[in-house]
């Protein structure tokens, strides 16, 4: 039990990281952001009314990674824990 509730933790850790991470490099690139005018002079588009920073997706994809990760972590500490217990 011990071991399932650690994996679980450093796969929320690990999916938390990663979406401040992601929502970081996005946030940064905005602000970053300069417009070529002159090259774009030529090519008129219609703006657009919605902006995504990083990625969109369905939420669903992250709660069945988190599941995964913490599968393949807790079968890995479970490895790690029976190889220590036979040396």
């Known amino acids: 039990m011990k071991i399932t509730k650690r994996a679980m933790l450093?796969?929320?850790?690990?999916?938390?990281?990663?979406?401040?991470?992601?929502?970081?490099i996005g946030f940064i690139r905005t602000l970053n952001y300069t417009p070529d005018i002159i090259a774009e002079a030529d090519n008129v588009t219609s703006l657009q009314s919605e902006?995504?920073?990083?990625?969109?997706?369905?939420?669903?994809?992250?709660?069945?990674?988190?599941?995964?990760?913490?599968i393949v972590l807790a079968i890995g500490m479970l490895t790690v824990q029976r190889i220590r217990q036979t040396c």
């Open 51 to 70: 902006v995504a920073i990083g990625t969109t997706g369905t939420p669903f994809v992250y709660v069945f990674t988190w599941i995964g990760l913490t």
């Open 10 to 24: 450093i796969s929320t850790a690990l999916h938390l990281m990663y979406l401040i991470v992601t929502f970081g």
